[in-house]
């Protein structure tokens, strides 16, 4: 069987249990996790690091992760979970959005959840994940 490059990534990707909120913001911008900076355009470039810095600010705001980098590895459920409300129906590969969907499922199973993810997503994400 031979399957696409697309396909290859995602695998590897979805199978990762820490990632970096860069690798993150590469994913939901349709990007190999893995793909090199200088790959990208400068406006793909700057995009990505848009985002990368709204997910690595969100993740700031846990006192543990307060001195995290955009190229620090962090348990892959909380990062994607930090990026949950920046996801662009637009752009995100329906993929990595079940991804992050697990990802919020996942969080919601922990005992401070609801503190987690106020801190996230505010109001906002804190809705999402009670439905869940």
Known sequence: ???????????????????????????????????????????????????????????????EYKNISATQKVEANLVLTAAYIFQREDIVPPEIKERIENALQQQVKNKDWGDILMMLGGSELYEVGKKL
């Open 1 to 63: 069987m031979n399957n696409t490059q697309s396909d290859n990534n995602l695998f590897y990707f979805n199978r990762l249990t820490y990632i970096t909120p860069h690798e993150a913001a590469l994913a939901m911008n349709g990007f190999d996790y893995d793909t090199e900076n200088d790959e990208l355009t400068d406006i793909q470039l700057k995009e990505v690091i848009r985002l990368r810095k709204a997910i690595t600010r969100n993740l700031q705001l846990i006192n």
